[in-house]
């Protein structure tokens, strides 16, 4: 089998391809142009994708590694196919978790991935909110000043809008799925919030799709935005 050639201009071209059918689904416009897309190799993972948003949140990094930090870093550079993150507006790629027989598998994700984008410029503010709430707890955690119960209340907090976004991408997600792609194998799919609570033992990964029936009245309806507005205003 030919190994795939994954490069940046190779995933901008996929890119290229699946943006606008998501934008089909999602009715927004996904604003590709300021987008970069990037392959990473699996032993940068965790420093592009986790320390560099830490660091923008005011997170500083000591030399050592933890126990969290070991388990976040091993699961981002195993689990990992695809990010976006809205902080940089980038879309990476981790190479090696890429299976070169499920290319459609690839474009799935990338969808998803691109589902995130057009949430962030159409609904900016729950970005910034899920943002506000992950920099509170990173100061939280690095004073010494949360708790349990306060660790908690953070999780509460973004809880609702993580299960919004999630459920929102998933939904678009399996709408390629059967439209486009249908032979595509579609691979475990993790997020940064989600993965953070999960490894402080304060969220199932589950949780973040419990959305789905309110997500596709919503779509159904062609009221997607007004959802996203409901959050906002909550």
């Known amino acids: ?9 190779s995933i901008s071209a996929l890119v290229g391809e699946v943006g606008p059918l998501v934008s089909a689904i999602t009715g927004w416009d996904l604003q590709l142009a300021g987008l970069r897309c990037r392959v990473l190799p699996k032993d940068h993972g965790y420093e592009e994708i986790v320390e560099s948003k830490m660091l923008a949140l005011g997170f500083p990094f000591s ?20 990010a976006y993150e809205p902080l940089t507006n980038e879309l990476m790629v981790v190479r090696e978790n890429v299976d070169d027989s499920n290319l459609d598998g690839l474009k799935v994700v990338l969808g998803h991935e691109l589902t995130h984008r057009g949430q962030h410029m159409a609904h900016p503010e729950i970005f910034e909110h899920i943002n506000r709430i992950l ?61 953070l609570f999960r490894v402080l033992g304060y969220g199932k990964v589950a949780q973040y799709t419990e959305g789905l029936p309110q997500v596709a009245a919503a779509m159904q309806q062609g009221n997607v935005d007004g959802l996203f507005r409901k959050y906002v205003s909550d």
């Open 1 to 9: 089998m030919l190994k795939l050639i994954m490069d940046d201009a």
């Open 63 to 82: 030399p050592g590694r933890d126990i969290v930090t070991r388990t976040v870093e091993y699961l981002v550079e195993n689990n990992f196919q695809a």
């Open 135 to 195: 920099s509170e707890m990173i100061t939280g955690l690095e004073t010494g000043s949360a708790d349990l119960k306060k660790l908690r209340g953070y999780f509460e907090e973004v809880q609702p809008h993580m299960t919004l976004i999630e459920s929102h991408a998933s939904y678009v997600q399996a709408i390629l799925n059967q439209r486009y792609f249908p032979q595509a194998q579609i691979e475990h799919h993790s997020s940064l919030p989600a993965l």
